[in-house]
């Protein structure tokens, strides 16, 4: 088992460090950061993004109500928590920023995904097609299921498929939708990657909400500059 999952993508650009960490980490899953400081947010299944400029103000990031962060600070790691949601890391190759968001079902139908290429064009004048991202282990739609209150709060219907003899219940692909709501912000096909991993699937390796409802932990997905 990996206690680390990369990303072959960002694994190619030497001036950034990520990772998406595992259970294997239990309840310190700061142990797996390799950088000397981190940068929280207070996730609430929004879209709303949060500029991380100041070292100083980190500590007030954890009481900041969003669900992307994105900053220009070195040997900072962005963090976003997660146990079934699916985890984006961004990085601009030529600005050099960088980003992380958090993408639930309430997360993705608010595009949160195309939010945080926004911020990245409205903060540092990124072009989308020069910003690549990887969307980390998630349920995936072999195991996730979600009834008729999902179902009509998403506009984009394609990512559904709807259940032989289960009225009014799907199987939805939350990574596929965020891959799309990306390609629709102008980021480049090849410049995405998306893991296979499902974290309904995988409990030996991954926290699942779904499957083990509150008593999940919670693993940690990162993105630093060095």
């Known amino acids: ?45 929004g879209n709303n993004v949060v500029l991380a400029q100041s070292e100083k103000e980190l500590e007030t990031y954890k009481q900041t109500s969003a669900d992307s962060v994105l900053t220009k600070l070195r040997q900072t790691a ?38 945080t290429i926004q911020a990245l064009q409205t903060q540092f004048q990124c072009d989308p097609q020069n910003v690549v991202v990887a969307i980390g282990p998630a349920i995936q739609a072999c195991c996730y299921e979600v009834d ?3 179902y009509d709060q998403i506009s984009q219907k394609d990512f559904f498929k709807s259940i032989a003899h289960k009225k009014n219940h799907w199987m939805l692909s939350l990574p596929q939708m965020n891959h799309h709501q990306l390609v629709n912000s102008g980021v480049l096909k090849d410049h995405i990657w998306i893991s296979p991993l499902c974290t309904a699937c995988h409990l030996d390796q991954f926290y699942s909400y779904r499957k083990e409802s509150e008593k999940a932990g919670r693993q940690w997905s990162f993105i630093a500059l060095k």
């Open 78 to 115: 962005l963090i976003i928590s997660t146990a079934d949601c699916v985890p984006l890391l961004f990085c601009d190759l030529t600005k050099k920023v960088i980003a992380a968001a958090h993408a639930g079902w309430r997360g993705t139908s608010q595009n949160v995904a195309q939010t």
């Open 1 to 45: 088992m990996s206690r680390i999952i990369q990303s072959e993508l960002l694994n190619s650009f030497s001036f950034i460090q990520h990772g998406f960490l595992t259970r294997d980490f239990g309840k310190d899953q700061a142990k797996g950061i390799p950088v000397r400081q981190i940068c929280r947010i207070k996730q609430v299944h």
């Open 148 to 150: 008729q209150n999902v």
